[in-house]
Nanobody, 126 residues
């Protein structure tokens, strides 16, 4: 079983930056595709960014393209989401997720992920 714990969220002014981390435990996720999702109040959870198991392929939602970078450190069993030029509309709870299959490529579909963290709140003030 995989446990995921997100950290790094907080309150930031518009235009600021945050780096979210997601640490995995229980077993390694170094062979699994990983993703970041977010859910704003009153909205459905949506894909933010994803990364293949070997970092060879990354993908982003249009809303964060050019402002965010997903990365992973397989030695630390951790993935990251660097977010810059934050906007009030980025306010949401951010979740990381792990795909269940080894050697998985970039995955955007929420239903394809098997393991989820509890989320970390990001609030961007205007």
């Amino acid at each position: 079983q995989v446990q995921l714990v997100e950290s790094g969220g907080g309150l930031v002014q518009a235009g600021g930056s945050l780096r979210l981390s997601c640490a995995a435990s229980g077993r390694t996720v170094s062979r699994n595709a990983m993703g970041w999702f977010r859910q704003a109040p009153g909205k459905e959870r949506e894909f933010v960014a994803g990364i293949s198991w070997n970092s060879g392929n990354t993908g982003y939602a249009d809303s964060v393209m050019g402002r965010s970078t997903i990365s992973r450190d397989n030695a630390k069993n951790t993935i990251y989401l660097q977010m810059n030029s934050l906007k009030p509309e980025d306010t949401a709870v951010y979740y990381c997720a792990a795909h269940p299959s080894w050697y998985s490529d970039l995955v955007r579909g929420e239903s394809e992920y098997a393991y989820w963290g509890q989320g970390t709140q990001v609030t961007v003030s205007s």
